[in-house]
């Protein structure tokens, strides 16, 4: 599997899931166009992260805390973000585009701590 292939299960996995909730409380907030298109790409950025932290957390996890066992990906021969790109990297990667979700959220005129926060605590979860 290619990096764009691994991209675009990402996208449409928990991406898509997140981009939905986020949508439909933008759109019941009186959300602009503008501010749609922006909501969409923070979501983006928050289901790439969460998927790339989850790939981090099979490799360096603990079982006991995931309740799942560490390195199946590994085992079951899966191609994963790290696979790709590497430990560090991957480590990088999820911590920049956290940060670009939180710089996209704080541009829109609403203010709301409570999802910087929550976005953070997505992408660098235990488990």
Known sequence: MSGDQLHFV????TGALIEAS????????GAT???LKQVEMIASDIGLAFQIQDDLLDILGDSAVLGKPVCSDEENGKVTYVT????EESKKDVAEI?????TR???LPYK????DELILELVNRKK
């Open 10 to 13: 990402y996208e449409n996995k």
């Open 22 to 29: 986020m949508m439909i409380g933008a759109v019941l907030a």
């Open 33 to 35: 166009e503008d501010e």
């Open 84 to 87: 790709i790109h590497g430990l």
């Open 98 to 102: 956290s940060r670009r979700a939180v």
């Open 105 to 107: 959220l704080d541009q």
């Open 112 to 115: 709301n701590e409570f999802l």
